[in-house]
């Protein structure tokens, strides 16, 4: 049975009525901790489709999870319908490689990408952290399993040629607990690849002093070079207490997709009702807001476009 976990505000935004929710479609989209950017991500989703429900007849859910492979792992299961998920994580899954070298979930379509979202490194200003090579013998928190960031944190490690026992201990908190822990000296620096700016991040910077370190260096560049799904990014100065500077480290898009298992018509009516109130549907988030309606049709997407998506796409020109 499909699990949900909805949100005191979500849950107003996708709300229903019993009579209307036995004879509609009941949509549920997977995305991460909630206090990252994926939760509300998959709420504005929801909140577009939800206003136009007299016409499409589905009634949209938002679920926090574990994060990008658990997401996908869902998905083929049919616990969710929609997932957002790491453009690496797409990839891999579709491909069969990496964390998915057991099978490639070939039954994976993309809908749309969304923001870009970056490697983010945090230190606690007294741990002496302010290079990616301090980390070595420190308490760091790497994510917990099923969490984009973790399979992030893997590849960042093999490109470094480090072992998580080049650390004095590591931990597996999720992106929810992560800043708290860090603000109680549960360890040292915690990693997180998210969308700016994040709760979490302005957690860990407004409660303690925490700082964000540049993840740089020939082997984070020759990482991004080996892959067309990462990009050399900035993380802003002034958007986070204490962190004046911009910070230089590397990021990925975030990713919308379904499996062949959800009908024409639903991915259909989701990505219309998007693409159709998209100036609204950029003010849902600060993260939001550089969004390019070509660019999330035709980047990022690993998988073959869904379809229903397809349909709409072409009717408006966009492919």
């Not at 589905?58 to 929609?82: H, K, M, P, W």
């Not at 013998?137 to 480090?162: C, E, F, Y």
């Not at 986070?240 to 639903?266: I, K, P």
């Amino acid at each position: 049975m499909k699990k949900i976990i909805v949100c005191c505000l979500f849950f107003v935004l996708t709300a229903v009525s019993p009579s209307y929710a036995a004879e509609g479609k009941f949509v549920i989209i997977g995305t991460g901790g909630v206090t990252g950017v994926y939760y509300p991500a998959g709420g504005a989703i929801c909140r577009m489709v939800n206003r136009q429900r007299r016409e499409n007849g589905i009634r949209c859910a938002v679920e926090s999870t574990e994060g990008s492979v658990y997401n996908v792992a869902q998905l083929n299961a049919r616990d969710l319908d929609i997932a957002v998920v790491q453009a690496d994580i797409q990839d891999h899954a579709f491909r069969g490689i990496e964390e998915f070298k057991s099978g490639a979930y070939k039954n994976l379509r993309s809908l749309f990408s969304l923001h870009t979202e970056l490697f983010t490194l945090v230190a606690r200003k007294d741990s002496g952290i302010t290079t990616l090579n301090d980390l070595k013998g420190k308490r760091v928190n790497i994510g917990n399993p099923g969490s984009g960031q973790r399979a992030t944190m893997d590849r960042v490690m093999a490109a470094l040629d480090w072992q998580y026992s080049d650390f004095l201990k590591t931990f597996e908190y999720k992106s929810s607990q992560q800043a708290q822990a860090l603000c109680r000296d549960r360890f040292d620096a915690m990693v997180f690849v998210a969308g700016h700016p994040s709760g979490s991040i302005k957690e860990a910077t407004i409660d303690c002093d925490s700082v964000l370190i540049p993840v740089v260096g020939a082997a984070i560049e020759g990482l991004v070079s080996r892959h067309t799904y990462y990009r050399p990014s900035t993380i802003p100065g002034g958007m986070y207490r204490g962190n004046d500077n911009d910070v230089a480290t590397f990021g990925l898009a975030a990713t919308v997709v379904a499996t062949d298992q959800v009908s024409d018509e639903v991915a259909y009516h989701v990505v219309k009702a998007v693409f159709e109130n998209f100036e609204a549907f950029k003010l849902l988030h600060p993260a939001f807001h550089g969004l390019d309606r070509d660019a999330m049709v035709k980047s990022d997407l690993t998988a073959p476009i869904h379809p229903g998506a397809l349909k709409f796409y072409r009717e408006q020109g966009l492919l």
